[in-house]
C-alpha cells in the first residue's frame, strides 16, 4: 500500500507513523517544500522515501496536510494525477470553500473531506507523535459525493488508526468549528500580544505567570503560517463568534465596575457548565 503524504508536519508526520504501525504493508512516500523537513522526516523513519507530484499515479492514499489556502490547488492537482481506486484527503480545519472549489473535478469522488480534531501547538516533523489520532473526534463532510468504496477504505483506516466518525455539512463544520477551535487560537493569540507588550513596560510581570496563563496562552505558539489563511478562510464565522465573546467580555467588565459580586459570582457559575459538558464529550 503506497501512502502519500504531502506536507510532512505534525498531522501529516503524525499519521504517517500510525498509519506505518497499523499497517506493516505500508510504504510512506514524503512530499514536502520544505527539504530540511523532508530529510528530518527520513532521519527520523517517518517516511520511507521522498517523492513529487510527479509519482502520484501509484499512490494508493494520498493525505494533503498543508495550509488550507495550498490545500485547494494541491487538491485539484493531486485528484488529476491518481489512478481511479486512490483515496485522497485533506485534514484542513476549513471545510466550505475546499469542497467548494473541487465540486465539478471529474475526480471529486476520489476525495474524501475530512477534519481530525487533534494535534498540539508545534509544528514540523519533529513534532510528529504515534498516537495523536487515538479516541479523537474526525468530522467526515459531503460522504454522499465520495464514491462508497473510496468512503469505506477511508473510514476503515480512521478507525483503525482510533478515531471516532462523526458527520456533517461543510457550512455547519465551518461555524461550529469558528466556535470551539478558531476562536479559542484567536484569543490566545491576542493574550500572548496583551501581556508582552505589557511586559515591556513593567520588567518580571513575565515572572508571575503560573500555570493557568501557560494553559491559556499555549496555543499562541501555534504556527502563523497555518492559522493565517484559516482564519481569512473562516472569517465571516469567526468574527461572528468574536463579537459574542467581545459582548461577554464587555459584560464581565461592566460587572466588575458595577461591583456587584452576586452578579459576578452567577457569570461564572453559568459557564462553570462547560465542565460537565466537556465530561460529556469525553465519554
Known amino acids: ?32 517544500t520544505n527539504e530540511i523537513h523532508l530529510k528530518t522526516a527520513l532521519r527520523l523513519k517517518i517516511v520511507d522515501h521522498t517523492a513529487g507530484l510527479k509519482d502520484l499515479s ?35 480545519s476549513t471545510k466550505q470553500l475546499i469542497c467548494e472549489s473541487l465540486s465539478e473535478h471529474p475526480k471529486r469522488k476520489n476525495y474524501v473531506a475530512t477534519h481530525p480534531i487533534a494535534g498540539t501547538e508545534f509544528s514540523g516533523p519533529t513534532s510528529a507523535i504515534a498516537g495523536l489520532f487515538k479516541n479523537k473526534t474526525n468530522i467526515l463532510c459531503e460522504i454522499k459525493k465520495t464514491d462508497s468504496v473510496i468512503l469505506n477504505k477511508a473510514k476503515k483506516m480512521f478507525r483503525k488508526l482510533g478515531m471516532k466518525l462523526i458527520y456533517m455539512d461543510p457550512v455547519t463544520h465551518d461555524k461550529h468549528i469558528a466556535y470551539c477551535s478558531h476562536l479559542s487560537h484567536a484569543c490566545s493569540f491576542m493574550l500572548g500580544k496583551t501581556v ?10 513575565l515572572d508571575l505567570a503560573g ?8 496555543l499562541a505558539k501555534s504556527s502563523p503560517a497555518m492559522w493565517t489563511p484559516i ?10 463568534a468574536l463579537d459574542e465573546f ?20 452567577n457569570e461564572m457559575k453559568n459557564a462553570n457548565r462547560i465542565k460537565q459538558i466537556l465530561i460529556d464529550i469525553d465519554n
Open 1 to 32: 500500500m503506497n501512502v502519500f503524504v504531502i506536507g510532512i508536519g505534525l498531522i501529516g508526520g503524525s499519521m504517517a507513523i500510525d498509519i506505518k504501525d497499523k499497517y506493516k504493508n505500508a510504504v510512506i512516500f514524503g512530499i514536502d
Open 58 to 92: 501509484k499512490a494508493d492514499i494520498v493525505i494533503v496536510a498543508l495550509p488550507v489556502d495550498s490545500t485547494i490547488n494541491v487538491l485539484t492537482e493531486v485528484l488529476s494525477k491518481i489512478h481511479d481506486q486512490a483515496v485522497v484527503f485533506d485534514v484542513g
Open 196 to 205: 508582552i507588550k505589557k511586559s515591556k513596560n513593567e520588567k518580571g510581570i
Open 246 to 265: 467581545i459582548a461577554n467580555l464587555y459584560n464581565f467588565r461592566h460587572i466588575l465596575i458595577s461591583g456587584e459580586d452576586e452578579n459576578l459570582y
Open 231 to 240: 482564519f481569512m478562510q473562516n472569517k465571516e464565522n469567526l468574527i461572528e
Open 211 to 218: 500555570s493557568g496563563f501557560a494553559s491559556t496562552v499555549r
